[in-house]
């Protein structure tokens, strides 16, 4: 039976949602035991989701017409019927997180540190043609790696903290598990 969490019906959902999606993005959270309880059941469908489809792919040719007239002949792959199912489930069940502006961080001989911020250029070039990156990296990156592995499921991990010092809530870190 799934918990209320002290909450009404909308805020849990908008609640979970957002865990959720920060949790895929990022890998791991801090937050009460009592919601990353709640929050293992609803990540762990997400993926067996996209576990189940992400590789249901139609490949086909398309040939064009390019500005000098010739016929031009290029592979497109689009999605089939059960992951493009999936994915509208996925976006449904996720908040659209937007991909970041990335940050590398050099040494010198000195032993100074300096940390550059990744060029506009770069960023428009990298993130080119991705909607969704969320939903992006759910289908491209966390469902190979856990269908891979062979898991039928346990893609989540929580430790306890302990107590929160203000409210004397039980805290807990939620994670995916490599």
């Known amino acids: 039976m799934p918990r209320k969490l002290g909450m009404t019906t909308t805020q849990r959902k908008a609640v979970l949602r957002n865990q959720a999606s920060n949790l895929l993005w990022y890998g791991r959270i801090e937050t ?6 709640e929050l293992r059941s609803y990540v762990e469908k997400i993926i067996t989701l996209a576990i189940n489809s992400y590789d249901d792919v139609i490949e086909s040719t398309v040939t064009t017409k390019d500005k000098k007239g010739k016929d031009v002949t290029t592979k497109v792959l689009k999605d089939g019927g059960k992951k493009l199912a999936a994915r ?9 997180l937007q991909e970041q502006r990335g940050k590398t961080v ?20 990298r993130t080119a043609g991705v909607k969704h990156p969320l939903v992006e990296k759910i289908f491209n990156q966390i469902a190979p790696e856990y269908a891979e592995s062979g898991r039928k499921g346990g893609y989540t991990r929580i430790y306890q903290l302990g107590m929160r010092r203000g409210d004397a809530a039980d805290v807990a870190i939620i994670e995916l598990v490599k």
């Open 32 to 37: 009460t035991l009592g919601r990353a309880k």
């Open 88 to 96: 509208r489930k996925i976006m449904s069940l996720t908040y659209d």
């Open 106 to 125: 050099e040494k010198n001989a000195d032993g100074e540190v300096k940390v550059t911020r990744e060029s506009i250029k770069d960023f428009k070039a």
